[in-house]
């Protein structure tokens, strides 16, 4: 049954970072691309970006491109999100999400308030 935990959100003021990670189990973390996703609070769920298996590749919405970095480790099973330059408006509940299947946990939120 495949499993994926959301950590490290929390409370950052603005102009700080957070680094969210994702746990996976379940499946073979490695053969799946992984994406994040958050959704804000009354609003719809935004695609933040993915990374390929291997973790070579990665995309980004345009709009966080060059504050938000995907990674990952396969030997962990670890999703990783690097979120720098916050601002109020990355208020939202954050997502791992398996590509193939669609699954994902049940998030972490992030506020982001001074």
């Known amino acids: 049954q495949e499993k994926l935990v959301e950590s490290g959100g929390g409370l950052v003021q603005p102009g700080g970072s957070l680094r969210l990670s994702c746990a996976a189990s379940?499946?073979?973390?490695?053969?799946?691309?992984m994406r994040w996703v958050r959704q804000a609070p009354g609003k719809g769920l935004e695609w933040i970006g993915s990374i390929s298996r291997g973790g070579t590749t990665t995309t980004y919405a345009d709009s966080l491109k060059g504050r938000f970095a995907i990674s990952r480790d396969n030997a962990k099973n670890r999703l990783y999100l690097q979120m720098n330059s916050l601002t109020p408006e990355d208020t939202a509940v954050y997502y791992c999400?398996?590509?193939?299947?669609?699954?994902r946990g049940q998030g972490t939120p992030v506020t982001v308030s001074s």
């Open positions: 999400v398996e590509e193939p299947s669609g699954t």
């Open positions: 379940g499946f073979t973390f490695s053969s799946s691309s």
